[in-house]
Nanobody, 123 residues
């Protein structure tokens, strides 16, 4: 089994900063893309930022210039530095990883979600 453990959420005032972390563990041969998604109350889950194994990053237009995704491949960890936070950034943030299992009996590219961490930005 593979699991993602997130940390770093919390309550912050408008204009503040938070840093989210997500560590993958388990039977992992290789991780391809790691990404952060978020889901606000009453809204669909949306992609915030992603980081491929080749080093390419992608951001939602709403967070460009404010959020930075980074990755430690040796530790199978991805980070999301969030600056200049706004009330509309309030959501549960989820980490996602695409990986290849180290188990010979499990083939193909798989996906796993973290449990989510709540970010609340007060106005």
């Amino acid at each position: 089994q593979v699991q993602l453990v997130e940390s770093g959420g919390g309550l912050v005032q408008t204009g503040g900063s938070l840093r989210l972390s997500c560590a993958a563990s388990g039977s992992i041969l290789r991780i391809n893309t790691m990404a952060w998604y978020r889901q606000a109350p009453g809204k669909q889950r949306e992609l915030v930022a992603s980081f491929t194994s080749g080093g390419s990053t992608k951001y939602a237009d709403s967070v460009k210039g404010r959020f930075t995704i980074s990755r430690d491949n040796a530790e199978n960890t991805v980070f999301l530095q969030m600056n200049s936070l706004k009330p509309e950034d309030t959501a549960v943030y989820y980490c996602h990883a695409e990986y290849v299992s180290a188990s010979a009996s499990v083939v193909g590219l798989l996906g796993v979600w973290g449990q989510g961490t709540l970010v609340t930005v007060s106005s």
